[in-house]
């Protein structure tokens, strides 16, 4: 088994993420974290619980973290892509598991400092929490396998500024903490998440046609999403994400492509907050400490939503 703290803003890509995670064979999700981002804290943790009863598998303690990022205020959340309640405007009734009492960055760290095995941490939403923890348990938190994040792009459009994906940018200075944080991390930028690896209109037929609790569940999240999709870039497709991110965890032999580099974060120009700077041919001779998912196979990746959709 592979142990895993899920860090969260959980949205509806989130959700598809949590689920793909909970329903992996030889993972162990120790616990799933919240913070803001997408939503408000109350909505992600919200989202995560129902997350957790959707999956239908084993219930990881769910813990709330940080309410808005480091040094700046929480952006974006009144015209969320992903709906009003993240979750497709569906307005699910709450789960029936409640939130634990602990705050996640404390949770982070004990789960850190007492873990006997490996213990590795998937990020899907800004880095806020993870940054707390390096700051307040610097040696603690190096024990910390790798982060695998979904977080910046390299060479496509973004979807927050001109030089910013969404995740990285609301939160920049947590990112940087993060990246100097001694601790191995591999990013899945939005780049892996577009193109061949959309779910389009046949993938969810397709979806809807296991007729499972969980098929219909991926697609009736994702509603807005797909609406912000074909209004925003005339797209009929749901993105996915952060479910690129929990694929390359699960099945790091999809990943076709990928480099090695240093990088580094902007967090002073107000134009350029938020940008990821790579050092892809190491001219600074600063120290690797990024991986960068270039490429996944996009049929592996389909077939791990639909297999995990399928019962
Ligand atoms: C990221 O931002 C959020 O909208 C998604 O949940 C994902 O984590 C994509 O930029
Ligand atoms: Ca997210």
């Known amino acids: 088994m592979r142990n895993f703290i899920i860090d969260t803003d959980t949205a509806s890509d989130d959700a598809v993420a949590i689920v793909m995670m909970l329903r992996a064979k030889d993972i162990n999700v120790q616990a799933i974290t ?21 999956a239908g598998t084993y219930k990881p303690p769910v813990y709330a973290g940080a309410a808005k990022p480091m040094f700046r205020e929480l952006m974006h959340v009144e015209d969320c892509p992903h709906g009003e309640d993240g979750f497709g405007n569906t307005f699910y009734p709450d789960a029936e598991q409640k939130a634990e009492k602990e705050h996640a960055v ?32 610097p040696d603690v938190m190096k024990k910390v396998k790798r982060i695998t994040a979904m977080g910046g792009q390299f060479k496509m459009m973004n979807d927050c500024t001109p030089n910013a994906e969404f995740n990285i940018w609301q939160d920049a200075e947590a990112t940087k903490i993060v990246l100097e944080s001694g601790i191995p991390i591999t ?22 046609s296991f007729h499972t609790q969980v098929g219909d569940f991926f697609i009736d999240c994702n509603a807005c999403l797909l609406q912000y999709n074909i209004d925003s870039y005339d797209k009929d497709i749901i993105s996915m994400p952060d479910p690129t991110a929990a694929a390359v965890v699960i099945a790091p032999d999809m990943v076709e492509d990928y480099r090695e580099c240093h990088a580094e974060i902007e967090v002073k120009s107000p134009d ?24 996944i196979n996009p049929d ?12």
Request: hydrophobic share 40%; glycine share 6%; aromatic share 8%.
């Open 34 to 54: 919240c913070v803001a981002g997408n939503l408000d804290l109350p909505k992600t943790v919200r989202n995560a619980l129902l997350s957790v009863q959707f």
């Open 106 to 137: 404390d949770k982070i760290i004990e789960l850190v400092k007492n873990a006997t095995e490996d213990i590795e941490i998937l990020a899907l939403g800004p880095l806020t929490n993870l940054a707390l923890a390096v700051v307040l348990a």
């Open 187 to 208: 990013l899945c930028p939005l780049d892996i998440c577009y193109g061949t690896t959309e779910i389009d209109r046949a993938d969810r037929e397709k979806l809807r």
């Open 272 to 295: 350029g907050y938020g940008q990821l700077l790579y050092d892809f041919r190491h001219l600074s001779g600063k120290p690797i400490n990024c991986t960068l998912i270039t490429k």
């Open 300 to 311: 592996r990746f389909k077939q791990l939503v639909f297999d995990t959709a399928s019962y």
